[in-house]
């Protein structure tokens, strides 16, 4: 019921196309999406994040939608360039609670 | 200003020996939380702490503790190491405690148990 599952593990993009990364959660008593940008020898940092009681939110390049009947929500990058090139992870959690359940990350690279 | 600063930043260790990786959070948060991260097993919630205080404890064996000063900053304690705890253990910070206050992580220490 905790689990947030991460699709797809790679994802290889030419640069000026679109980056899209899925997620799919179980526990319907999660209420806050957060997609985290991960580059090599860092931690995480945050990107964007999404409360179910919208179906998008658009930062920038970075557009998350959400599909609360269908427990979904994914990540699109617009214009991806090579400076987009990092592990993306998807999490869950409550606003109540703390802890971030993580999807399983995606690697994305972008072509020049 | 400063981020939060994880140290020491690489370790080695034998197998049964213990070990303390140390994280002082950004000025001002006091909420620290530290998370496991793995190849196979990705990134898993270890425990939080807030005021000095454990809020919430993730599903690991009672080998892997933690605590928080005074000052906010923050220890997590692995003993009796095994070869399956090498992973690069993240701590972050937040001002309070839920995800409104948002999370900021460190670049972690990589521990390697040999």
């Known amino acids: 019921q905790q689990q947030v599952k991460q699709s797809p593990q790679s994802l290889i993009v030419q640069k000026g196309g679109i980056s899209i990364i899925n997620c799919a959660y179980e526990n319907t008593a999660f209420d806050y999406f957060p997609w985290y940008q991960q580059f090599p020898g860092k931690g995480p940092a945050l990107l964007i994040a999404?409360?179910?009681?919208?179906s998008e939110k658009k930062e920038g390049r970075f557009t998350i939608s959400f599909n609360k009947s269908a427990k979904q929500f994914s990540l699109h990058i617009m214009d991806s360039q090579p400076g987009d090139s990092a592990t993306y992870f998807c999490a869950a959690t409550r606003t109540s609670g703390s802890r971030l359940t993580f999807g399983e990350g995606t690697q994305l690279t972008v072509n020049p | 200003k400063a981020g939060v600063t994880q140290t020491p930043r690489y370790l080695i260790k034998t197998r049964g020996q213990q070990v303390t990786l140390s994280c002082s959070p950004i000025?001002?948060?006091?909420?620290v939380s530290w998370y496991q991260q793995t190849p196979g097993q990705g990134l898993q919630f270890l425990f939080e702490?807030?005021?000095?205080?454990?809020?919430n404890k993730g599903n690991f064996p009672g080998r892997f503790s933690g605590r928080q000063f005074s000052n906010s900053r923050s220890e997590m304690n692995v003993s009796t190491l095994e070869l399956g705890d090498s992973a690069l253990y993240l701590c972050a910070s937040s001002l309070g405690l839920g995800p409104r206050y948002g999370y900021t992580f460190g670049s972690g220490t990589r521990l390697t148990v040999v």
């Open positions: 702490y807030f005021s000095e205080t454990q809020r």
């Open positions: 999404i409360r179910p009681d919208v």
């Open positions: 000025s001002g948060h006091r909420s």
